[in-house]
């Protein structure tokens, strides 16, 4: 059911498919999950994620530590895996490294979105994202909020009824949604999070 997404997960899926949609080549997908982002038919996959039960995983691995050859991979996808990281500018670092010249990496980080693991470690804001990619010597194409005050509300709202059983989950779930189609555009301060685009220089 398209409600047992958060607000935030149906916009942040809208953005990436349409973002992925123009890259082709050799693709990692770094924290890769289910991989709902790599699985395109212009691409050759890589799959990574430290949890060897995560799905159909190709690499096993710590994203600080890439076992991927330099300048190799013409695209890395990272989504929602900063904040997992306890030394983020490292592996993003590694990504550089891994990435041909003009090579392309779309990530996404939450802002305002509940803590959500043991390992949740950060909230990045636009700025201080820009700033980490730059001083890594990245190029920084795009920073796109992900949705407005309501839509974040909402977000929170269907984490908090994550807890409850169907009878009350649902109609709470139904309510976020609701809610967050009162958002008229996107808001850099009371966002969900944020998806970016940058590019490793061709020097």
Not at 65 to 72: A, E, V, W
Not at 156 to 164: A, S, T
Request: charged share 25%; glycine share 8%.
């Amino acid at each position: 059911m398209a409600i047992c997404r958060t607000p935030r997960r149906k916009l942040l899926d809208q953005a990436m498919l349409k973002l992925c949609r123009g890259i082709k080549g050799v693709v990692l997908d770094v924290g890769a999950g289910a991989s709902p982002y790599s699985q395109l038919p212009q691409v050759k996959s890589i799959r990574l994620d430290i949890d060897k039960s995560s799905h159909k995983v190709d690499v096993v691995a710590d994203a600080h530590h890439l076992p991927i050859r330099g300048r190799s991979v013409n695209a890395v996808i990272c989504t929602e895996v900063l904040e997992h990281l306890e030394k983020p500018g490292e592996a993003l670092e590694e990504v550089r490294r891994v990435l041909v010249n003009d090579g392309v990496l779309i990530l996404s980080t939450p802002f305002l979105y509940p803590l959500h693991d043991e390992k949740d470690y950060w909230r990045i804001t636009p700025r201080g994202v820009r700033r980490i990619l730059e001083e890594l010597g990245f190029s920084v194409d795009l920073i796109e909020s992900q949705g407005g005050l309501f839509t974040s509300v909402g977000s929170l709202i269907h984490v908090w009824g994550e807890r409850f059983p169907p009878l009350i989950k649902y109609p709470l779930w139904l309510f976020a949604h609701l809610l967050s189609r009162l958002d008229r555009g996107c808001s850099e301060a009371w966002t969900t999070g944020y998806v970016v685009v940058a590019r490793k220089p061709c020097s």
